[in-house]
């Protein structure tokens, strides 16, 4: 009993801080910047998205699907949208890294729905199969806990 506590306690330090984000930003092998926004649609609606990036006061918008809006001259040819399944898009800008300032926030909407994150150029992180999966999803850490639920009854 005073060992499972002890691994729970343990596991709930580690675990509080890695919070689930709605968006993340990484950096692929080719230099590409993903942008994954896993905002959850409003039922009933038709899925609407928009990535855009603010640096400074300045913001700009990368891509949309909204009629009557329209991405920045410098972002066609360079940017691609595709749903994520459950639910979710990603946003890929092809070799975008040069360009890319100190800090620099991200944004997207998805229904109406918006979410951000502030990224500095030198914590940029890998688009790695476990940095990804650390980042975008929760469902590890309620495995995790019954794994050791199961492992400890």
């Known amino acids: 009993m005073l060992k499972s506590l002890f691994v729970y306690g343990v596991l709930g330090v580690l675990l509080i801080p890695a919070k689930c984000d709605l968006i993340s930003v990484c950096l692929e092998e080719d230099n590409d910047l993903r942008v994954d926004c896993r905002v959850e649609p409003k039922p009933n609606q038709i899925n609407s998205y928009e990535f855009s990036l603010a640096t400074g006061s300045k913001e700009s918008l990368i891509n949309t699907n909204v009629s009557g809006s329209s991405a920045e001259g410098r972002f066609r040819g360079i940017s691609k949208v ?20 100190q800090n620099t926030t991200y944004m997207c909407k998805i229904s109406g729905s918006v979410a951000r994150v502030s990224v500095e150029k030198e914590q940029l992180v890998q688009c790695s199969a476990v940095s990804v999966f650390l980042k975008s999803s929760c469902s590890w850490i309620v495995c995790l806990l019954l794994f050791f639920y199961q492992t400890h009854s």
Do not use: Q, V
């Open 82 to 101: 595709e749903e994520l399944e459950p639910h979710g898009y990603r946003l890929t800008l092809s070799d975008f890294t040069e360009t890319l300032t």
